[in-house]
């Protein structure tokens, strides 16, 4: 016989959960807080009972979280606590006065794990309320959290309950033993190693940094023609669950997940490469595009710009800003993209007749990307 508490009520912020949906690649997250809420529980047991060297036989096997129903107006998955009830019917129950006393130490599990939550955001000593040997849950708990997004464990609450990857960060190194934190990461990189025999790979970042990493199935065909087009400056995409230090430096691979060629024109590819330019640049002079203008412009590209149209080269300014170039059949094109007030000069010259044509478009809006993609499209489609 079992039955069910409502226990979390979790709200998930940010954009990929405005659609009120939760991915499903989140729901470990919920799974490992579930190994947390156990063994922090058999840790309070063993503190209310100090008699005992063990929790009783089937502690941990007769009580689990389950996802029940969506919460309305948010992503908020509500979760409740399932439990076996001991019986008279039990020779020899499992559990001893469950669910009343083992009960209880599941209760202020979850509220301790809220504390050590709480003492991350607020500055607090985070040992006081979760042991050091447990904080390296919190590097499963969260780890596919992006920028903007966060677990609001209770939004209703006194206290600050908000998990997103500043605050497991903490919670993770809190724990004298643990160095690294683990988080999804998307780079882009070279391979110019593969060792057959030994089933391994290199990645090159940034030109400087080697990672080695054993070849995943999956993606074997692919890794070994990126080595073989290695002198041809190919590039490719790696999708997985990165560790990185303290200082947010990634140092290996837990696990690979997606590898993928990058076309030699993928203007986020070519945006990530300007980022590492610095000022004086070119030949002692040149400013170096901002980071946020540059995430700006990706973001704006990837949301706008005509997916049918041939990409664009694109190349920094002097003045710190980019600029977007095609070679149309019979024409010259330019985009001059100003990444702090957000508008461009378009240039068109036509090499029959050296005719050419100057447009304005303000990038920040929506409504001049469809202008220019239909500019483009014209001469695409000639």
């Given at each position: 016989m079992s039955t069910h508490k409502d226990f979390l009520a979790p709200r998930l912020t940010g954009k990929r959960f405005e659609d009120h949906s939760i991915p499903l690649e989140l729901l470990e997250d919920f799974a490992a807080f579930e190994q947390l809420l156990i063994e922090m529980a058999k840790v309070i047991y063993l503190e209310k009972n100090d008699n005992r060297q063990r929790v009783p036989r089937g502690f941990e096997e007769s009580v689990s979280l389950k996802l029940y129903?969506?919460?309305e107006g948010s992503a908020i998955p509500k979760i409740a606590l399932i439990y076996a009830l001991a019986t008279a019917k039990l020779a020899t129950p499992t559990l001893e006065l469950f669910p009343d006393a083992n009960y209880a130490c599941f209760e202020e599990?979850?509220?301790?794990i809220y504390n050590g939550i709480?003492?991350?955001?607020?500055?607090?000593?985070i040992t006081e309320f979760?042991?050091?040997?447990l904080l390296g849950f919190f590097n499963k708990i969260g780890k596919r959290l992006k920028d903007d997004e966060a677990i609001d464990f209770d939004s209703s609450s006194d206290k600050t309950l908000k998990l997103d990857r500043a605050t497991r960060k903490k919670l993770v190194l809190a724990s004298s033993k643990i160095k690294q934190v683990t988080e999804e990461t998307n780079i882009i990189a070279s391979i110019p190693e593969a060792d057959k025999s030994k089933h391994t790979f290199t990645i090159l970042v940034n030109g400087l940094q080697r990672i080695n990493a054993e070849i995943p199935e999956a993606h074997y065909e692919t890794i070994l023609k990126a080595f073989n087009d290695y002198e041809k400056n190919c590039k490719v995409s790696v999708k997985g669950i990165g560790r990185f230090n303290q200082f947010d430096?990634?140092?290996?691979?837990e696990s690979i997940e997606q590898?993928?060629?990058i076309d030699p024109l993928d203007v986020i590819y070519r945006l990530d490469e300007i980022s590492l330019l610095e000022d004086g640049w070119l030949n002692g002079e040149g400013v170096a595009p901002t980071k946020d203008g540059l995430d700006w412009f990706a973001n704006m590209f990837e949301g706008n710009f005509d997916k049918n149209l041939p990409l664009p080269f694109i190349f920094p300014t002097p003045e710190g800003g980019i600029q977007a170039e095609w070679?149309?059949?019979g024409y010259d094109i330019s985009l001059n993209i100003n990444l702090e007030s957000k508008d461009s000069n378009y240039h068109e010259l036509n090499f029959l007749n050296d005719a050419d044509i100057e447009l304005k478009f303000a990038l920040g809006n929506p409504e001049d990307w469809r202008k220019l993609n239909l500019t483009l499209n014209k001469l695409v489609n000639l």
């Open positions: 129903a969506i919460g599990a979850r509220d301790r709480d003492a991350a955001n607020t500055g607090a000593n979760i042991p050091e040997n430096k990634l140092e290996s691979f590898i993928s060629i070679s149309l059949d």
